[in-house]
T-cell receptor
Framework: DTEVTQTPKHLVMGMTNKKSLKCEQHMGHRAMYWYKQKAKKPPELMFVYSYEKLSINESVPSRFSPECPNSSLLNLHLHALQPEDSALYLC?????????????FGAGTRLSVL | AQSVTQLGSHVSVSEGALVLLRCNYSSSVPPYLFWYVQYPNQGLQLLLKYTSAATLVKGINGFEAEFKKSETSFHLTKPSAHMSDAAEYFCAVSRRSWMNRDDKIIFGKGTRLHILP
């Protein structure tokens, strides 16, 4: 099973709302990633967790707050987003950190901020 | 700094014809190179990766890529296109951090492959 599951698939929220994106994997992977992908653009790395610890934060605004409660679960908490934050948010996992390990991607959450 | 350039944002080939997607990289250190595919409304899937072993890398779905240091290229090919190959393809390179670790994948802008019947 090489599945990374993201919920919800679609999310519409207002600029004052608080919402969360969820990502789950049961492959025993110890590294998990959040990417943001705007339409017709490549994915951009946001955060990397390695062994449940935040190892990379690509200078993401504080209105995005990641959380890794355990080795299988990764959340992205959203608060006071802007319309320009509308995008496809992709989660990925790999056995360990480092680029020699294949990253497996979920199908993403398509977020619209009104 | 490491980067990749994908030549052609759109490529159209006939079903059964050769697929050639071009990628040139820039890196001051030996890079890791990747090709990913993204089907509509899906996440990314790794097609193949180069990690300084064999220069000709075979991937899934009949794709392969050849690392050519002299040309700083890593073009993706498939001998015979199939309708199911229609997707977005991303070439990517590893980022070497100040700690001399390869910690991040930097994606090219992508090439949309269209397959003509």
């Amino acid at each position: 099973d090489t599945e990374v599951t993201q919920t919800p698939k679609h999310l519409v929220m207002g600029m004052t709302n608080k919402k969360s994106l969820k990502c789950e994997q049961h492959m025993g992977h110890r590294a998990m990633y959040w990417y943001k992908q705007k339409a017709k653009k490549p994915p951009e790395l946001m955060f990397v967790y390695s062994y449940e610890k935040l190892s990379i934060n690509e200078s993401v605004p504080s209105r995005f707050s990641p959380e890794c409660p355990n080795s299988s679960l990764l959340n992205l908490h959203l608060h006071a987003l802007q319309p320009e934050d509308s995008a496809l948010y992709l989660c990925a996992s790999s056995q360990f950190g480092g680029l020699l390990n294949i990253q497996y991607f979920g199908a993403g959450t398509r977020l619209s901020v009104l | 700094a490491q980067s990749v350039t994908q030549l052609g944002s759109h490529v159209s080939v006939s079903e059964g014809a050769l697929v050639l997607l071009r990628c040139n990289y820039s890196s001051s250190v030996p890079p890791y190179l990747f090709w990913y595919v993204q089907y509509p409304n899906q996440g990314l899937q790794l097609l193949l990766k180069y990690t300084s072993a064999a220069t000709l890398v075979k991937g899934i779905n009949g794709f392969e890529a050849e690392f050519k240091k002299s040309e700083t290229s890593f073009h993706l090919t498939k001998p015979s296109a199939h309708m199911s190959d229609a997707a977005e393809y991303f070439c990517a390179v590893s980022r070497r951090s100040w700690m001399n670790r390869d910690d991040k994948i930097i994606f090219g802008k992508g090439t949309r492959l269209h397959i003509l019947p």
